[in-house]
């Protein structure tokens, strides 16, 4: 694309969302990424404006959301609930701003690329409301072990059942698991029915149920027929990213009490007969991702580790021992990096380069 | 059958192992249930010889285990490492005792029938070694829900994902966790990479990496081509139990940092359409399952809530959206009763009564 030059002769980035839990990692990976940008502009509400934010060594002041915010700016990275991102990004975009928007508010757009860039980087250039969509952080955090695994093997169905951190729910959900560890810490909670939720109280935060000392079957809203909004989500955003409109796929989303970093479990059926050696050489040489899979040797990846990290890492994998056709994987990801502010960043380069 | 009625008339039970996380369940379950038993004898390694437990309301020395130790004993309930069970099993068979053993050694054994009695009571009257296997903890958490489904549906595939408490592995698990948790307690760790590492040291007890803000996708030893043992479990006595030997099924097990109660996701795939109404009411009305399953009013189940208590219970009944066979689930039960002590209690309370 032709984006227009700001007055450094590079790009204009404005980032919409620049104090919340997601923004905060956007201004550190745009400070340790190549820094292919000009004037970087912090944008949220007018509550957070006047505050002061590192990004690129400097100290930038957050302004207020304005349809001015928006004059000379060549991408704005929007990072807001989805209702801000359906009143603000068709100002950015009528601005002349390529909108690179993480909310739920246009994925299924038919109008609005869905872009993980390595997977479907072509899809970006297509884009004619001037958006384009990163998806969710669940749907992130497997998806580029899954998208170079279809691209061998071509991928059929897809059972999910998801490992979420508490950080997806925003510095609520971190806030809310830290109160309520440290309510549970030195005690024998854990043990008899409902002990952990009478310990808590009403401090569930975003959650329906205490995370702390439990898991929790539920991840944002009820949609038809029993699924939550994140169980389709990850199904709708998985098809359209793959090309595949009619992929069967099975999903539970579940909360752990885990700050930071998504986990998947995944039974992932393909087209033929696939083998382990040919899967781990896939997964080990993809752009993105890293093999981390020597069980016998204490490897395999969990939060703990990956948090903080770009890549998808993968581990466990196997061949389903009744189905030739069938792989069993563990993946693990930063939700907030590659799970939202790193692939929202990554898109935004792929659309500055013209790819 | 026919056994020996004890010196007050009753069969006399040997608890083998009444010191462990187990065992301890199993003296609550005994003193709360039907009281069928004449002498309760607590046995241990010599170690724990001289303790005295509380069981049905009173004083009990635990004795050191001998090949005296059974003499008398109609039924022998074991809970002791699979060497141990090795060992002794045998030897209290020899001696008369119906052996119920919670250990893996003899599960996967032709002349040992594993038992759920919800499921497959009419498997303990065949135990040419005097012995019934108790399945695993995991297996257990999900088998009476998915019994009373494949009753009526007939099951054809099987995938689970796992959600493993610490005291599944045993009171040293449960230590781990609390120890971790005070570690973490106050802190803004989980936040990069390896700091949860760092701060719980060398502290992991019997898990290869923390549990404590974090998700484990590892349970027991490695098997081969990359399974674990916790998964090789289930695989096989699921299909066992449920007397399908050739059933598809995939399993990946996850610990997370939940003190007791294993959940499971489940997509089981039966032989015809399913409905989600007529999934229900079977869930609703079978025995030791309680159907928990009402989102839009916050009802499903969590570990934190059904810990301590004796059913299976089952949520997020859904019918596969591009799959008109499969039902997806949510279920959760106490891995120290139903998945190990109720159990044992049940298959003992069937060989008295002779059924």
Redo the contacts between chains.
């Keep these: 694309m032709a984006v227009d030059a700001g007055r450094t002769g590079r790009p204009t980035l404005a980032v919409v969302g620049a104090t919340g839990a997601v923004g905060t990692v956007m201004l550190q990976i745009l400070s340790h990424r190549a820094d292919i940008w000009g004037e970087i502009r912090l944008l949220a509400s007018p509550r957070s404006a006047g505050r002061k934010l590192a990004v690129r060594g400097e100290q930038v002041e957050v302004t207020a959301l304005s349809e001015e915010s928006f004059d000379g700016v060549d991408v704005a990275m929007f990072d807001v609930p989805d209702e801000v991102a359906e009143r603000w990004a068709p100002v950015a975009a009528a601005k002349g701003a390529v909108v690179v928007d993480n909310s739920g508010a246009f994925r299924m757009d038919p109008e609005v690329p869905l872009v993980v860039p390595e997977v479907n980087p072509h899809a970006a250039r297509n884009r004619p409301r001037g958006i384009v969509a990163n998806p969710n952080c669940t749907t992130l955090s497997m998806i580029v072990a899954l998208g170079a695994l279809h691209a061998e093997f071509g991928l059929r169905?897809l059972?999910a059942?998801s490992?979420q951190a508490v950080s997806g729910a925003g510095r609520a959900g971190v806030e809310t698991l830290?109160q309520q560890?440290?309510l549970?810490?030195?005690t024998e909670?854990?043990?008899?029915?409902?002990?952990?939720?009478r310990a808590v109280g009403d401090n569930t935060g975003p959650f329906?149920?205490?995370v702390a000392?439990?898991?929790?079957?539920?991840a944002g809203s009820?949609r038809a027929?029993?699924?939550?909004s994140e169980e389709m989500k990850v199904?709708d955003e998985t098809r359209k990213i793959l090309g595949l409109p009619?992929?069967?796929?099975?999903v539970?989303c579940?909360r752990?009490?885990?700050?930071?970093a998504h986990?998947l479990?995944l039974?992932a059926r393909f087209e033929g007969e696939v083998t382990?050696a040919k899967a781990r050489e896939i997964i080990a040489t993809a752009p993105g991702v890293v093999l981390f899979?020597d069980?016998?040797a204490?490897e395999?990846?969990?939060?703990?580790?990956?948090?903080?990290?770009d890549p998808t890492w993968v581990?466990?994998?196997?061949?389903?021992?009744?189905?030739p056709t069938?792989l069993?994987l563990?993946v693990c990801g930063d939700n907030l990096r590659k799970g939202a502010a790193l692939n929202a960043a990554q898109i935004a380069e792929l659309v500055v380069a013209g790819a």
Excluded: C, M
Excluded at 315 to 323: C, H, N, S, T
């Design positions: 169905e059972v059942s490992y830290r560890i440290a549970v810490a030195g909670l854990g043990t008899t029915p409902g002990d952990v939720r329906p149920e205490p000392l439990n898991v929790v079957p539920w009820l027929d029993g699924w939550s199904r009619k992929l069967p796929v099975a539970t579940v752990v009490p885990v700050v930071t986990s479990t039974h382990v899979d069980p016998g204490g395999f990846p969990t939060p703990a580790d990956v948090v903080g990290t581990g466990r994998v196997r061949r389903a021992l009744d189905d069938a069993e563990f």
